[in-house]
Each structure stands twice: as C-alpha cells, then as structure tokens.
C-alpha cells in the first residue's frame, strides 16, 4: 500500500533532521550505495580486455621474452582494476547538504564565517602545549 503525499512529506521530513542531527548514524542506516549497471559493464569490459591481452602475451612468439612477460604483467592488472571498478560502490555524498527549518522544509547550511578555518592537528597540539606550560 503506497504512502500518501502527507505521510510522504512526513517521511522525508523526519529524514532530512536525522540527516542534519546525526549524519553518522544516518549514514551507517543508509548502508552501501548500489552498484550501478554501467560500472559493472564498463568493469566486465576492462576484464575482457585484460584476458584478451593475456592471450596475446602467451600466443605472440617474439624472440624477447620480456616484452611477453611486460604484456602479461599489464593484462594483469587491467583485469584487476576492471574487478575492482565493478565490484566497488560509486563515491557518497558529503554528508548532510542543510538543517531542517522550523516549517519542516530542508534549508541550507549557513556558512561558516570568513576567518573561521578548522585548525589542523598540529595546531591543535601547539595550542595543548602552550596551554600546559602557561599553567604552570
């Protein structure tokens, strides 16, 4: 039985704040994104070629065994980034995009100010040691 356009609402609603509260909860529920059909085609393809190229390093008698042995190392991994490709996931979204307002309708994130910048790890242990060193 399908949702009504309330409930629907309702729905997107309650996720668009869980997005905005705990993005990492909210992700771990979302679980992994699917595997597109053009990955998988574009993957099975590398892996063909990557065959074919391995056919080609053992059937080609070339007086220079290494030029065999470069081709099969490269039919190798062609089919291995072919496989990998197919099987792995396309990237995810950067977490939340907005906050919920307080019409239920998803806003923006405000930015933050200019001179604000997230200070990095170093920083932060600097910061620490002058901290402690001050005290006593």
């Given at each position: 039985m399908p949702l009504s356009d309330h409930e629907q609402r309702l729905l997107s609603q309650m996720e668009q704040q869980l997005l905005s509260e705990d993005p990492k909860f909210a992700s771990a529920?979302?679980?992994?994104?699917?595997?597109?059909?053009?990955?998988v085609l574009v993957g099975s393809v590398a892996v063909v070629v990557g065959l074919l190229l391995l056919v080609l390093?053992?059937?080609?008698?070339?007086?220079?065994?290494?030029?065999?042995?470069?081709?099969?190392?490269?039919?190798f991994l062609v089919m291995l980034v072919g496989a990998g490709y197919a099987m792995?996931?396309?990237?995810?979204?950067?977490?939340?995009?907005g906050v919920v307002g307080t019409d239920g309708q998803p806003q923006p994130r405000?930015?933050?100010?200019?001179?604000?910048?997230?200070s990095?790890?170093?920083?932060?242990?600097e910061q620490r040691w002058q901290r402690r060193r001050d005290e006593r």
């Open positions: 529920m979302r679980g992994s994104a699917r595997r597109t059909g053009r990955r390093a053992v059937g080609v008698d070339t007086s220079s065994s290494a030029l065999n042995v470069v081709l099969g190392v490269a039919a792995s996931s396309p990237k995810k979204r950067p977490g939340p995009v405000p930015a933050p100010p200019r001179g604000a910048q997230r990095g790890f170093m920083e932060r242990l």
